[in-house]
Nanobody, 125 residues
């Protein structure tokens, strides 16, 4: 069982930046992919950014390409999401998720095995 704990959410004006952090703990039989999934009120969940165990392979939703950067510190089992040029459309609950490899099954998916409790991001105009 892998436990995920997010932090770093908050309220920011449009054009601003936030950095989310997710610390993973616990045991997994195999390496796991980590994916940031967000859900806004009344909208479907969206896998915004994913990263492979090696921290080399990444995948972004078109809606965040060029504005968000996902990274992963293997030494501390921490995943980050640097979010720049935020817009009100980025307002959502952001969840840290993870699933065992192969990552090709999970990088763009909202169907993840492990979930954190979420951190709220609110962007005001």
């Amino acid at each position: 069982q892998v436990r995920l704990v997010e932090s770093g959410g908050g309220s920011v004006q449009a054009g601003g930046s936030l950095k989310l952090e997710c610390v993973a703990s616990g045991y997994s039989k195999s390496p796991y992919c980590m994916v940031w999934v967000r859900q806004a009120p009344g909208k479907q969940r969206e896998a915004v950014a994913g990263i492979a165990p090696s921290a080399v392979g990444t995948r972004y939703a078109d809606s965040v390409k060029g504005r968000f950067v996902v990274s992963r510190d293997r030494a501390t089992n921490t995943m980050y999401l640097q979010m720049d040029r935020l817009t009100p459309e980025d307002t959502a609950m952001y969840y840290c998720t993870a699933s065992p490899i192969p990552c090709i099954n999970y990088m763009g998916s909202t169907n993840q095995q492990w979930w954190g409790q979420g951190t709220q991001v609110t962007v005001t105009s």
